[in-house]
């Protein structure tokens, strides 16, 4: 069901509440939805055995003071893809207020999701917070891509916005694995590494568990390093395996992005399911 819009001043409150289960045939469905703006999904599709769901934000993407929370139960052995068929962007601050986005996915036993989003645009002078909650079980498997660009670079806005905040955990049957915390500026050394080797540097980040990473490909990967991309991997506690790239541009990011999502699945044995946009 969709419910109706909070909007305060000029400001979005959205939501996205999903639960994906299998049916009494083992075919994955949407047991539970619920959403509003700036959040809108699509039909569900069965690609390759896999429960397919495009999310999209109808409005032009985030302005200060908006807020989205996104909470998402993969059941018991279902198999879940979440694709967004356009960039996110988050616009400049008027207020001073950043724009929040926080987010949850919890994978029951032998539940499988791919998260597989187009780039995050941050435009001059943005602000925004982004917070991630992974919580995985032994038996699951995970997919998790984040591709972070530097701004609008065809508009010469190249690390121009205010400041971002980036935090993640990940955690497997409630053993805190993985955390991250980034709090970009462009007026202070944070952002040093992002541009270390490329003026408007990509970045990649992959979390890969369970299934994913039993024939972890790292001759593959470690070849994929050459003059436009700097990349490493490494495993984690608890079956996690981790990627993290820097690209010298768009393209040459999504190269990656189609060659890491191809080798990780023909190591184990499978095709990657055809999303159509890759």
């Not at 032998?110 to 989003?117: G, K, N, T, V, Y």
Request: proline fraction near 6%; include cysteine.
């Amino acid at each position: 069901m969709t419910s109706a819009n909070s909007v305060s001043g000029s400001s979005l409150n959205g939501h996205l509440q999903l639960r994906c289960e299998n049916r009494a045939d083992g075919t994955p469905y949407i047991s539970r939805q619920s959403f509003c703006a700036p959040i809108h999904i699509g039909k569900a599709l069965m690609v390759d055995g896999h429960l397919l769901l495009n999310i999209a934000n109808p409005t032009a993407g985030f302005f200060d003071g908006d807020r989205v929370t996104t909470d998402v139960t993969v059941a018991s052995g279902a198999r879940l893809i979440l694709s967004s068929p356009a960039a996110a962007r988050v616009y400049q601050t008027r207020s001073g207020r950043p724009a929040a986005n926080c987010q949850h996915f919890h994978l029951e036993d032998h539940a499988s999701l791919e998260w597989i989003p187009e780039p995050f645009i941050p435009h001059a002078g943005a602000s925004y917070v982004q917070t991630t909650q992974i919580h995985l079980q032994p038996s699951s498997s995970l997919l998790f891509f984040e591709w972070l660009a530097p701004g609008r670079v065809a508009a010469g806005e190249i690390f121009a916005y205010q400041n971002l905040r980036w935090e993640l955990d990940l955690s497997v049957a409630g053993r805190l694995i993985a955390r991250e915390r980034y709090d970009l500026r462009p007026d202070n050394h944070s952002l040093e590494a992002l541009r270390c080797r490329f003026p408007a540097a990509h970045y990649l980040s992959v979390y890969a568990a369970g299934k994913m990473t039993r024939q972890w490909p790292a001759e593959a990967l470690e070849a994929l390093t050459s003059d436009d991309v700097i990349l490493g991997h490494g495993p984690l506690q608890g079956g996690v395996h981790v990627i993290r790239a820097l690209c010298r541009d768009s393209l040459t990011t999504r190269r990656l992005f189609v060659a890491l999502r191809q080798w990780i699945y023909v190591s184990v044995g499978e095709s990657p399911p055809n999303l159509g946009r890759l």
